[in-house]
């Protein structure tokens, strides 16, 4: 398990290659984790970053192995950072991706857009062969079907999110790019990926914060019998709580509590009390 913070929103970076990784581990601090064969896994504040290695099932399995490491957590963005062909953009462009399109299955995906202002979208086609063509107006990549289709069925639609740098196109094609260049045209956009990270982070930390009486509800449903009714009711004094009182624990503050009618009393004389003090500041 990492040591990330779950209560501030946590992203998960998929990048394909070391050289794509190495700049946005040295701008976030991130530290590698030991053992982790035949990944590597770096982690910071809020992030874990994973290197896949090419192509798409390498990317969902990437993706796949993060989700368990991290806990199995639901309520985490993901975010594809790398390289990508297109056929006329200048090197060194960035686009979001508002649809992915697998070329072998003709499966497509609709990455909601969540940052058009600062940064435009394009399409992305996802190939399992390098493509020298340069054919069509989608950005290219070997990667991108492989991550979305397996963070999507991890996360809600607008916490995967992808990245694409333009590192060759028809008048510099991919047998030009070098380890080098693609150092650099990631770490030229380290501002950006920043903000989209924070985006994320936020989108993470709201997913939190909606689950947390779901999360509660549960814990008090095991400790104490509760009819349908008193459920109901539970529910809602649970939203007051994290209304009123976020951040403090509540099943510590009732825990001395034997019954459920007992502990439905305990927290609406808290919450009564707190919303008064509330309205009289």
């Known amino acids: 398990m ?13 990048v394909a290659l070391a050289d794509e990784a190495q700049p946005l581990v040295d701008h976030f601090s ?10 590597r896994v770096y982690t910071g504040d809020g992030v874990r970053l994973i290197v896949a290695g090419v192509g798409k099932l390498a990317a969902a399995a990437a993706v796949g192995y993060l989700y368990r490491w991290g806990g199995n957590r639901r309520d985490e963005a993901w975010l594809n950072v790398g390289i990508a062909g297109h056929a006329q953009l200048p090197l060194g462009t960035i686009r979001l991706a508002h649809k992915v399109t697998d070329e072998s299955s003709a499966k497509r995906w609709y990455p909601p857009r969540i940052l058009s202002a600062e940064c435009p979208s394009c399409d992305i086609r996802c190939v399992d062969r390098p493509d020298n063509e340069y054919l069509g107006k989608a950005m290219v990549d070997m990667e991108s079907a492989g991550f979305v289709a397996a963070a999507s069925r991890l996360a809600t639609s607008e916490l995967v999110q992808l990245a694409k740098i333009i590192s060759d196109n028809r008048e510099a094609p991919a047998a030009r790019v070098t380890r080098q260049t693609i150092r650099g045209l990631v770490h030229d956009h380290v501002d950006l990926t920043k903000h989209l990270m924070t985006v994320l982070r936020d ?4 997913q939190i914060r909606r689950a947390a009486p ?5 814990r008090f449903r095991k400790r104490w019998h509760f009819t349908a009714t008193q459920s109901s009711q539970l529910r809602e004094l649970l939203r ?16 001395c509590q034997t019954t459920s ?21």
């Open 2 to 14: 990492s040591s990330t913070h779950l209560n501030s929103g946590t992203v998960n970076l998929v």
């Open 30 to 39: 991130l530290t590698l984790e030991a053992n982790h064969e035949p990944f």
């Open 203 to 206: 989108l993470s930390a709201e």
């Open 214 to 218: 779901t999360l509660e509800f549960n």
């Open 240 to 255: 007051r709580w994290e209304a009123l009182r976020p951040g403090e624990p509540v099943m510590d503050t009732i825990s």
């Open 261 to 281: 009618r007992s502990v439905l009393r305990a927290l609406r004389q808290i919450l009564d009390e707190t919303a008064v003090r509330i309205g009289h500041e």
